[in-house]
T-cell receptor, first 114, second 115 residues
Framework: DAGVIQSPRHEVTEMGQEVTLRCKPI?????LFWYRQTMMRGLELLIY????????DSGMPEDRFSAKMPNASFSTLKIQPSEPRDSAVYFC????????????FGSGTRLTVV | GENVEQHPSTLSVQEGDSAVIKCTYS??????FPWYKQELGKGPQLIID?????GEKKDQRIAVTLNKTAKHFSLHITETQPEDSAVYFC??????????????FGKGTKLSVIP
């Protein structure tokens, strides 16, 4: 198993541009999570999906953030327009269950908005 | 307040010594407590977990203890090695405002093992 695959690994963009982060979860995992990691706030849950359906997006900071999961093997997190305060490492994770098993994290996307 | 508190935020130990990281949680109904290790430039990796029906679990040099009454759990690393240097996160299944449970993470402990 290749694990959770995220792309790109690094993204540098100018303020106001659209950014799209991508994730391929582990096959057979019904849950997919998007996290943001910063020094100040640690790991924050942004949104999670169950069987491709968004369940809880209360962690999405603003309407500039949106996430989709068109099928069981692909999800995107989009920021439009991007702002410097969005600079962080974004992780995707997947799991068989929501709270009974550990999550498998991808390697993350380091986003820098200048 | 925070649902999962983790201490200390940084920890330095000599190679061969033991390291202990502690976490407390707020929800008495929490029943799952994983620990993650994050190395530089990588995502967090699950290293050990414990469920609420067990008080202790061990895997080679790593052990986790759980005190349900006091609502705290700890990670113990014995005979530390330089490759143990990383950021460690605890997590607990916490009830959200919407009434469902989700894993909530502590703020992390940066462990440095000095050769």
């Amino acid at each position: 198993d290749a694990g959770v695959i995220q792309s790109p690994r690094h993204e540098v963009t100018e303020m106001g541009q659209e950014v799209t982060l991508r994730c391929k979860p582990i096959s057979g995992h019904d849950y997919l999570f998007w996290y943001r990691q910063t020094m100040m706030r640690g790991l924050e849950l942004l949104i999670y999906f169950n069987n491709n359906v968004p369940i809880d997006d209360s962690g999405m900071p603003e309407d500039r953030f949106s996430a989709k999961m068109p099928n069981a093997s692909f999800s995107t997190l989009k920021i439009q327009p991007s702002e410097p305060r969005d600079s962080a490492v974004y992780f995707c994770a997947s799991s068989r269950t929501k709270t009974s098993y550990g999550y498998t994290f991808g390697s993350g996307t380091r986003l820098t908005v200048v | 307040g925070e649902n999962v508190e983790q201490h200390p935020s940084t920890l330095s130990v000599q190679e061969g010594d033991s390291a202990v990281i502690k976490c407390t949680y707020s929800d008495s109904a929490s029943n799952y407590f994983p620990w993650y290790k994050q190395e530089l430039g990588k995502g967090p990796q699950l290293i050990i977990d414990i469920r609420s029906n067990v008080g202790e679990k061990k895997d080679q040099r790593i052990a986790v203890t759980l005190n349900k009454t006091a609502k705290h759990f700890s990670l113990h690393i014995t005979e530390t090695q330089p490759e143990d240097s990383a950021v460690y996160f605890c997590a607990a299944s916490i009830k959200t405002g919407a009434g469902s449970y989700q894993l909530t993470f502590g703020k992390g402990t940066k462990l440095s093992v000095i050769p």
